[in-house]
């Protein structure tokens, strides 16, 4: 901890001197070396991952009248931010497979106000881009991905990101490249990049242009320096992280293969996860959840209301709307990847599973 700390000191201090001019020197550099990552063209650097989704849609001109199609599960800032720019989110149920939106039915969802897909790469596991980068081209469609949880997963062999014409990341302390706050948005499109950056600085062309002539009602969102010189630091780090993520995904996946009554996501044959967490689904959820807790193991029941039927996104749909995000409500389990858990905890919480099963509760 002391070395990294030190080496963040060092770099945040040395990044200042080079380039004194700009405050935001450490800013410059991280997004340079996360596009360098990425291998995109550009990485315009925001307060937030909720930011980005909002930027990204004012930089493609979507707001009232139009409306944005998006899974029925994800983080709540994935509608929000449809919401909050006055378009209207159009809720897709999504795959059993892997919780990601179900290309099968995003056809039929679209109307002549549908002006965008915001496929969301769920737990680190990727939508199917291909499916809908070509639904999205033959309706002459804007895609945006959210790849807040998908730093560092492939998707025939390209970075998630890489496939629409923006994508938007999210560096809260719950990501695997993560610090207190921070976002990015990512593009090979250069003025959508352009765009993006104006937007994020109230609308300015340049920050020495600040309350002159705007050509756009922007925001003030942008990457602190001092989060910008950690998060270049963690960037270093991110394959090995992203490996000990992967190894203890597939260590859940081995162990508790023939474990009864859960069911497994099918991870894409196509793709490299970067093993944000190990998702499950089992009708003793709750049970199951409460013995993990009480074995110190950091399970999670996120999505446990459907998107669809949260009061503030236009809630006028009835259940049995979306079966799978409904089943995923009421039997989605997530299980703890972080690098910094022993292996051994990885063990005990599939051992804690596995006899679970051997006697469970009566529903």
């Known amino acids: 901890m002391k070395n990294f700390f030190s080496e963040f000191i060092s770099l945040f201090n040395a990044l200042q001197k080079r380039e004194t001019a700009f405050a935001n020197a450490p800013v410059i550099e991280f997004e340079k070396k996360l596009a360098n990552y990425l291998d995109v063209n550009h990485v315009t650097s925001v307060a937030s991952g909720t930011d980005a989704l909002i930027l990204s849609l004012k930089a493609l001109d979507i707001g009232p009248g139009n409306e944005v199609i998006i899974p029925a599960v994800s983080a709540f800032s994935t509608a929000g931010a449809v919401k909050w720019i006055g378009a209207v989110p159009v809720f897709v149920d999504v795959k059993l497979a892997d919780f990601t ?146 190894e203890y995904f597939h260590t859940y996946a081995e162990l508790l293969q023939n474990v009864g009554d859960i069911t497994h996501l099918k991870v894409p044959e196509c793709s490299s996860i970067n093993g944000y967490r190990y998702p499950l689904l089992t009708k003793h959820r709750n049970e199951l959840l409460e013995t993990l807790q009480k074995e110190n193991i950091a399970a999670r029941s996120d ?30 389990l997530f299980l703890p990847t972080h690098p910094s858990i022993p292996s051994h905890v990885i063990m005990t919480a599939s051992r804690v599973i596995s006899n679970f099963f051997k006697n469970p509760p009566s529903r």
């Open 101 to 246: 939106i179900n290309p099968a039915l995003v056809e039929s969802a679209i109307t002549p106000k549908t002006k965008a897909i915001i496929p969301v790469h769920l737990n680190g596991i990727p939508a199917d881009m291909e499916k809908i980068s070509t639904i999205a081209k033959r309706f002459s469609l804007f895609v945006i991905e959210d790849a807040a949880q998908a730093i560092g997963t492939k998707y025939k062999e390209k970075s998630v990101g890489s496939y629409g014409d923006l994508a938007c990341l999210s560096f809260n302390h719950t990501k695997i490249l993560g610090t207190y706050s921070g976002g990015a948005i990512i593009t090979n499109n250069p003025v959508l990049a352009r765009k993006c950056s104006i937007l994020s600085r109230y609308g300015a062309a340049s920050w020495k242009e600040l309350h002159l002539n705007h050509p756009f009602a922007g925001i003030a969102s942008s990457l602190s320096p001092l989060h910008a010189a950690l998060l270049t630091v963690q960037l270093g780090e991110l394959e090995n992280n992203i490996r000990k993520r992967q």
């Open 303 to 332: 999505h446990k209301v459907p998107l669809p039927f949260f009061k503030s996104l236009n809630n006028y749909h009835k259940v049995g709307d979306f079966p799978v995000a409904e089943q995923i409500a009421e039997e989605g």
